[in-house]
């Protein structure tokens, strides 16, 4: 059994690992951040902050004073950061749990899907290590539809493409939970955790639940694949054409769901509803 005091979350801005955080923190667990502009992150009193960066050894290796172990969200690096980070995190900590993606396959040598080349460049030199591993691979965020609030504060109107996609996207704060067991019981060493929320929602209705979310009605508009692009400036425009062309296929087979969260962590995932209600204020 390893005793767990100590976690150091790398990602502690974003969405998932200020969850991670946060979750921990709340369980009585001391919680150390990684992050490069300390003053600007946004976590709760008793989490401690430092400054640091995974591509500036001598931060992360000071950040890994003391550590028991580590959860990780990747910021797709080079493979020969990938191999350095995991070197200097297996030198002070015994756990790790790694936030990839579902567009990983463990049957294929040569990943043939970007995103999941990008995820298995982390994966490979973390099973090679001396850590005890788990790996989240989510199929779908919640929070990526985020990218509709620009819209939405404006007016009424959410043009996108491919509004019949239907997909199983999570709450971050499911993922959070599925990473604090995992970073903090035994059991989980060597999983690779399917991760969905509870059931297959179309973009057209991810839209309607936001606006019951505010109290109002929304429309999706259908546009093109390219003119969509457009309307994706937060991921580069091959990336972004990437996730469309994935869109696409969930429109004749939609996501299907797993039950993961519920067998983990003891509760169900969930639903997008709920997801919208809280976060209703980040559309307003």
């Known amino acids: ?106 049957d294929l040598d040569e990943q043939d899907h970007p995103i999941g080349r990008a995820h298995a460049l982390i994966e490979k030199p973390i099973i090679e290590s001396t850590l005890e591993w788990t790996f989240l691979r989510p199929s779908g965020f919640a929070t990526n539809t985020l990218e509709w609030a620009p819209q939405i504060r404006v007016g009424d109107v959410v043009r996108g493409a491919y509004g019949a996609a239907s997909m199983t996207l999570l709450h971050e704060a499911d993922i959070a939970a599925v990473a604090v067991r995992a970073l903090t019981t035994d059991g989980h060493a060597g999983a690779r955790y399917a991760l969905t929320g509870p059931a297959p929602l179309s973009r057209i209705d991810q839209v309607e639940a936001i606006g019951a979310a505010l109290g109002r009605t929304l429309i999706w508009e259908e546009i093109s694949p390219e003119a969509a692009v457009e309307h994706m400036g937060w991921l580069p425009p091959d990336i972004a054409r990437v996730v469309l062309s994935g869109l696409a296929g969930l429109v004749d087979t939609p996501g299907s769901a797993t039950s993961t969260v519920r067998e983990v962590t003891g509760s169900p995932a969930r639903d997008y509803r709920r997801w919208a209600a809280d976060h209703a204020a980040d559309f307003a």
């Open 1 to 106: 059994m390893v005793d767990v005091d100590k976690v150091l979350v790398i990602g502690a801005t974003g969405h998932v690992g200020g969850q991670v955080a946060a979750q921990l923190a709340a369980g009585g667990t001391r919680v150390r951040a990684l992050a490069r502009h300390p003053r600007a992150a946004s976590l709760p009193p008793d989490v401690e902050v430092v400054q640091g960066d995974l591509t500036a050894h001598d931060t992360l290796d000071s950040a890994l004073d003391g550590i028991d172990a580590v959860y990780l969200t990747w910021p797709m690096l080079s493979a020969e950061i990938a191999e350095s980070v995991v070197a200097r995190i297996a030198a002070h900590a015994r756990r790790i749990v790694l936030l990839s993606s579902g567009a990983v396959r463990d």
